[in-house]
């Protein structure tokens, strides 16, 4: 299985928020945008930041697809 983080991108839409922006409400490197952007594997406290900041569960931001 692969994870999908379509869910993050459809988020951070709705709420008009840019790159630039998750990059510095999280802190996460440009780097890791770049994986998460690519589909890669992030480690779990990327998420875990990544859903602090924007204030949702991690269902919210990805999901596994087949």
Do not use: H, N, P, Q
């Amino acid at each position: 299985m692969a994870i999908s983080y379509f869910r993050l991108w459809r988020l951070l839409e709705k709420r008009g928020l840019t790159r630039k922006d998750i990059i510095w409400l999280s802190g996460i490197s440009e780097s890791t945008y770049r994986k998460l952007l690519a589909g890669d594997s992030v480690r779990l406290d990327v998420l875990e930041r990544v859903c602090t900041a924007l204030r949702v569960d991690i269902g919210d931001v990805c999901s596994f697809k087949r």
